[in-house]
Every structure is written in C-alpha cells, then in structure tokens.
C-alpha cells in the first residue's frame, strides 16, 4: 500500500493535481488520467473549455473519490480528503507532508505487472530472463517473417534494457 499526505489549494485546477500526483509517485511519462468526483468524470481525453478546481465539488473531510493514472494500465488510487484548513491566500504551492510505501515503476504493466514483477523479485527471479526474451522475439519473427533482422535485434536490445532497468 502507497500512502502519500499532500497538502493542496482548494483553488487548483483538476490537471494540476494530476500534474502534483504524478510528481509524488516520480513518475514523469505524459500519461491520461480520469478524476472521478461525486458521480462527475474527468479525464485527460476530453479537454473542457474551463478547468474545475476542487473548491467547485465542496469536498468534506474522510470524502473520498477516484483517480486513474495512466488509463493504459488502470492505476486506481482513492483519494481521501483527510482534513481541510485555512490556507495562505499569496501561497498554493503544494506540499508533500507524510506517506508510507514505495510507489512502484511507472512503466511495469500496471498493477498486475507490479504484483508480478514483485512476485518474481520474491522467489529471486529476475525479469531479465534470455531465454523468455529470445523465445519472445523469436515469435515476432515468425509473425512477421518480413522484417529485417536489424529491427528484431534493435527491439531485443532495448527489451533486454527495459528488464534490467526494471530488475534493479
């Protein structure tokens, strides 16, 4: 479980909490998002022409709503007004002010990717495996037997540079 306490402005912007989310996790890929808040969805594929900010939806305290970051891999987090306090007026600055728990890689196949990816770091396993990777490649070879082989050892490079990446 990732728990992250960020004090934010009532007056910002749903696109900027997106923004303010993605830099808590350290994730920095342009990814869609859907903020959903009191039966009302949000979402980064359809741009409104004004941009609602949080004070419009009058949250209370324990209220909670959900946010989808990266809609390719279904990241669900529910966000939890914990408390509500007067703020500076000059200063929206937002600030990170407790949490627990690693947020995982931004690129690892979403959730279920994550849980696996956790799963074989358990057992020692590595993600990184050459012969899951050749026999992989080998297959798309098969499938598109028209491709040049530069292209197939160009993809098994930057495969074999993805697992590591994610091995460490």
Partial sequence: ??????????????????????????????????????????NSFRRKTRSNAWHEFKLHRQEKFLYICDTLHMWEWDVRVVDIQQG???????ICVG???????EFC??????RWMLKRQREGATMS??????????????ACPDEPM???????????EAFQSIDQ
């Avoid at 495996?129 to 098969?142: T, W, Y």
């Fill in 129 to 142: 495996d050459p012969v899951r990777l050749e026999a992989g490649i080998q297959m798309l070879v098969e």
């Fill in 150 to 160: 530069d292209r197939w050892d160009l993809l098994r490079t930057v495969w074999d």
């Fill in 88 to 94: 500076s007026e000059e200063d929206h600055t937002p």
């Fill in 1 to 42: 479980m990732v728990i992250g306490l960020v004090s934010v402005s009532d007056r910002m912007p749903l696109t900027e909490f997106h923004d303010v989310f993605r830099a808590i996790l350290g994730w920095n890929g342009d990814l869609d998002y859907l903020i959903r808040v009191h039966a009302q969805e949000f």
């Fill in 109 to 114: 196949g979403g959730p279920t990717g994550y």
């Fill in 99 to 105: 949490g627990r728990g690693a947020a995982p890689p």
